[in-house]
Nanobody, 121 residues
Framework: QVQLVESGGGLVQAGGSLRLSCAAS????????IGWYRQAPGKQRELVAR???????NYADAVKGRFTISRDNAKNTVYLQMDSLKPEDTAVYYC???????????????WGQGTQVTVSS
């Protein structure tokens, strides 16, 4: 059972930065990817950034060039550096690492509480 705890959120002004941390209780790096997700009010949860087993990354178009996902294997921790924040980035941010079945079915151990990011204008 993998357990994940997100931290680092807060209230920032537009243009500011935050670094989110995701601490895992087990080794999550054997999964296909580790992702950061967010859910804004009234919206479905969306995938924001992923880091794959080989270290490659990809990002949602909305955050490209502004967010950076990274990991520290020794600490079993994944980070999301968020720069040039915009009000539309306001959401609860989660990390997770699914087991992928086929091409489209993701199985998650569980979702944590997430960390709130609020960007004021």
């Amino acid at each position: 059972q993998v357990q994940l705890v997100e931290s680092g959120g807060g209230l920032v002004q537009a243009g500011g930065s935050l670094r989110l941390s995701c601490a895992a209780s087990g080794n999550i790096f054997g999964r296909n990817f580790i992702g950061w997700y967010r859910q804004a009010p009234g919206k479905q949860r969306e995938l924001v950034a992923r880091i794959f087993r080989d270290g490659t990354t990809n990002y949602a178009d909305a955050v490209k060039g502004r967010f950076t996902i990274s990991r520290d294997n020794a600490k079993n921790t994944v980070y999301l550096q968020m720069d040039s924040l915009k009000p539309e980035d306001t959401a609860v941010y989660y990390c997770n690492a699914p087991v992928v079945v086929g091409t489209s079915t993701y199985i998650y151990d569980y979702w944590g509480q997430g960390t709130q990011v609020t960007v004021s204008s």
